[in-house]
């Protein structure tokens, strides 16, 4: 969960999580619909996929393996959470480089080559400083030494360990390291979501189990992709009404997403499932998508109530299938980066246990917003 995550978003998800599957054999025989549900609003959602693949690896060895190579045969399992595991959990001299470590290592050597060429250049120097015993203390001390004393933006050089040893602290800038390279502005893509409603219900399909938002609930669209625009097209035929639109970003691109609603009496073709709107908080709906519900049912009671006053004003006229996102720290962007395949996850209802609530943290910079 800490992969590109912050450590306040995750705790809240961390504790529910270990409380519903407290063993690595029990979320090895969870259903991964209910999974990828618990999961929403964290984000880049690859890391749940490959978590409870991982989970069924383990449970089928019935052990974990303690080698970093072991460890890297896991779904999902790249070089920094092998070498940590390794050295944290089994006491393996491995090399432990996470964000924080980088920015120790590239000012302790001024390494001034950017990000990201620079990492091969600090994984050597941090293999040239790592001993060979005590490896895991030495690894969470340089992590903690990097999140409390080695900040980013201003730097406690005074009270740093190293500071007579720093490189960086000698240039008088050491700020300035690691070097990052010009970062580009992301591209906008434009794409459309459909509200369909039956009887109270709203109609939502399951994405496809790879690529962006893989296995995971959310309104039909015309599929938009960081590659391209979206067709434009609705599922259905009908009387459609445009909602609005909202802004979401993604690690690579940016996304106007336009909301468009109609009600049907019939099937929408293809699977799918009715979910009752008035339970929509519990449907598990990544943050794009829970973004879109709201701006529809937000355009249903403005419809309905006049004078009904924008959701941007007042927090109480938001729905709850993201209010409580929009109170937490916003951490990375929705994204699918997967080191590994996995295979497809079951479809399954993942129905169970939808009385629990979820706060979960909004991983997006941008809140609803009304484009016109």
């Given at each position: 969960?800490?992969?590109?995550?912050?450590?306040?978003?995750?705790?809240?998800?961390?504790?529910?999580?270990?409380?519903?599957?407290?063993?690595?054999?029990?979320?090895?025989?969870?259903?991964?619909?209910?999974?990828?549900?618990?999961?929403?609003?964290?984000?880049?959602?690859?890391?749940?996929?490959?978590?409870?693949?991982?989970a069924r690896v383990v449970a089928a060895r019935e052990a974990f393996p303690s080698s970093e190579a072991g460890l890297r045969e896991l779904p999902g399992v790249g070089a920094y959470i092998a070498a940590a595991v390794a050295a944290i959990a089994f006491g393996r001299r491995a090399v432990?480089?996470?964000?924080?470590?980088?920015?120790?290592?590239?000012?302790?050597?001024?390494?001034?080559?950017?990000?990201?060429?620079?990492?091969?250049?600090?994984?050597?120097?941090?293999?040239?400083?790592?001993?060979?015993?005590?490896?895991?203390?030495?690894?969470?001390?340089?992590?903690?030494?990097?999140?409390?004393?080695?900040?980013?933006?201003?730097?406690?050089?005074?009270?740093?360990?190293?500071?007579?040893?720093?490189?960086?602290?000698?240039?008088?800038?050491?700020?300035?390291?690691?070097?990052?390279?010009?970062?580009?502005?992301?591209?906008?893509?434009?794409?459309?979501?459909?509200?369909?409603?039956?009887?109270?219900?709203?109609?939502?399909?399951?994405?496809?189990?790879?690529?962006?938002?893989?296995?995971?609930?959310?309104?039909?669209?015309?599929?938009?992709?960081?590659?391209?625009?979206?067709?434009?097209?609705?599922?259905?035929?009908?009387?459609?009404?445009?909602?609005?639109?909202?802004?979401?970003?993604?690690?690579?691109?940016?996304?106007?997403?336009?909301?468009?609603?109609?009600?049907?009496?019939?099937?929408?073709?293809?699977?799918?499932?009715?979910?009752?709107?008035?339970?929509?908080?519990?449907?598990?709906?990544?943050?794009?998508?829970?973004?879109?519900?709201?701006?529809?049912?937000?355009?249903?009671?403005?419809?309905?109530?006049?004078?009904?006053?924008?959701?941007?004003?007042?927090?109480?006229?938001?729905?709850s299938v993201v209010r409580s996102r929009q109170r937490a720290d916003p951490g990375p962007q929705d994204c699918d980066r997967q080191d590994h395949p996995v295979a497809p996850p079951e479809q399954g209802n993942g129905r169970?246990?939808?009385?629990?609530?979820?706060?979960?943290?909004?991983?997006?910079?941008?809140?609803?917003?009304?484009?016109?």
């Amino acid at each position: 969960m800490l992969q590109q995550t912050t450590t306040a978003a995750v705790v809240p998800y961390f504790a529910r999580f270990i409380d519903r599957w407290p063993t690595v054999f029990d979320l090895a025989d969870a259903d991964e619909a209910e999974v990828m549900a618990a999961w929403a609003g964290l984000g880049y959602y690859s890391r749940a996929r490959n978590l409870i693949a991982a989970a069924r690896v383990v449970a089928a060895r019935e052990a974990f393996p303690s080698s970093e190579a072991g460890l890297r045969e896991l779904p999902g399992v790249g070089a920094y959470i092998a070498a940590a595991v390794a050295a944290i959990a089994f006491g393996r001299r491995a090399v432990v480089v996470d964000a924080n470590i980088e920015r120790v290592v590239a000012r302790l050597f001024a390494i001034g080559e950017p990000l990201p060429q620079a990492r091969k250049s600090i994984r050597q120097r941090t293999d040239e400083v790592t001993p060979a015993s005590r490896v895991g203390d030495f690894a969470q001390a340089m992590m903690d030494l990097g999140a409390t004393v080695c900040t980013p933006r201003q730097p406690k050089c005074l009270v740093c360990p190293l500071a007579e040893r720093c490189a960086a602290r000698a240039t008088g800038e050491p700020s300035r390291y690691p070097v990052k390279a010009v970062r580009r502005a992301n591209p906008v893509r434009t794409g459309a979501a459909f509200w369909i409603e039956r009887d109270g219900a709203v109609w939502l399909v399951r994405r496809p189990s790879t690529g962006m938002l893989g296995g995971m609930r959310a309104l039909p669209d015309d599929g938009w992709s960081a590659a391209g625009e979206g067709s434009g097209e609705a599922p259905v035929s009908g009387e459609w009404r445009e909602a609005g639109a909202v802004r979401h970003g993604f690690s690579h691109f940016d996304l106007v997403l336009r909301i468009r609603r109609t009600s049907i009496a019939h099937q929408p073709p293809g699977a799918g499932e009715w979910w009752p709107v008035g339970e929509l908080a519990d449907a598990g709906l990544p943050t794009l998508f829970a973004k879109a519900a709201t701006r529809a049912l937000d355009d249903s009671a403005a419809e309905h109530q006049p004078q009904h006053r924008d959701h941007q004003d007042d927090e109480a006229e938001i729905p709850s299938v993201v209010r409580s996102r929009q109170r937490a720290d916003p951490g990375p962007q929705d994204c699918d980066r997967q080191d590994h395949p996995v295979a497809p996850p079951e479809q399954g209802n993942g129905r169970r246990d939808r009385q629990q609530q979820r706060d979960e943290p909004d991983e997006n910079r941008n809140d609803v917003q009304h484009v016109s």
